[in-house]
């Protein structure tokens, strides 16, 4: 496929591509030990393809059960760990008249907090709302964001304005690999983790922990 010179928009994953930890992971410290091994093996096999995402979304967040008051510290701890180069790349894409934004399965408190910190618009941030009750109690998912499953990144960028073609997405995961094929340049980044199906079939990757920011990398894009 022809790769453009130039992209209007460009579209990262959150967890382990903008921020150097996922969120699942973190919020295992709040369950007891005995279920923290069923749950970690629940999002590796989903991150990896083995296992579709809906068929593990929920159970896993049945069990992790968040509050609010959770989230938004998974929200600081992702600030705290973005992969060296993220603001400066950002900023950078910014800077030269790109739409950048952030689709990720993870929860919209966390993925809403490191936009903020990025400077990114939380219109252009898309991550999965959560209902809590009066206390901040974790109560359900929204089952009408398409994130929670395979093929949701998918739906997001077909809808894309034509403003904001050519598009670029950049993602570690299965789900990120998706959007190949629907924007104009898929790049595997694997500087945090490295998934043998990702990385063999992105059409460009990136291995290294830091986001390039000089300026002929990111002109480029």
């Given amino acids: 496929m022809p790769v453009p010179r130039s992209f209007a928009s460009i579209w990262f994953d959150c967890d382990s591509t903008l921020t150097a930890i996922e969120g699942v992971d973190e ?16 999002t590796r096999r989903a991150m990896e393809g083995s296992l579709p995402l809906a068929e593990v979304y929920e159970t896993r967040l049945r069990l992790l059960a968040p509050t ?3 989230l938004a510290a ?3 701890l992702y600030v705290q760990r973005l992969v060296p180069d993220a603001a400066l790349v950002v900023a950078a894409l910014r800077y030269l008249g790109k739409t950048v934004g952030i689709v990720s399965g993870g929860l919209q408190i966390p993925v809403h907090r490191v936009a903020a910190e990025l400077g990114i618009p939380l219109a252009h941030a898309h991550a ?18 398409p994130l929670w499953r395979n093929g949701g990144k998918v739906e997001l960028m077909r809808a894309l304005p034509a403003t904001a073609r050519p ?7 299965v789900t990120d690999l998706e959007t190949k094929g629907t924007v104009d ?14 990385q063999a079939g992105a059409e460009a990757d990136r291995k290294s922990t830091r986001l390039k920011s000089s300026h002929s990398s990111v002109s480029r894009m």
């Fill in 128 to 145: 999965v709302p959560l209902h809590f009750d009066a206390n901040g109690d974790y109560r359900e998912f929204d089952r009408t964001s």
């Fill in 68 to 70: 609010r008051a959770q």
């Fill in 27 to 42: 919020l295992l410290q709040f369950v007891p030990t005995d279920l923290r091994q069923d749950i970690a093996l629940l």
């Fill in 185 to 198: 340049l898929f790049v595997g980044y694997g500087g945090v983790a490295t998934r043998p199906l990702v």
């Fill in 74 to 76: 998974i929200g600081e």
């Fill in 167 to 173: 598009a670029a997405f950049v993602g570690d995961g």
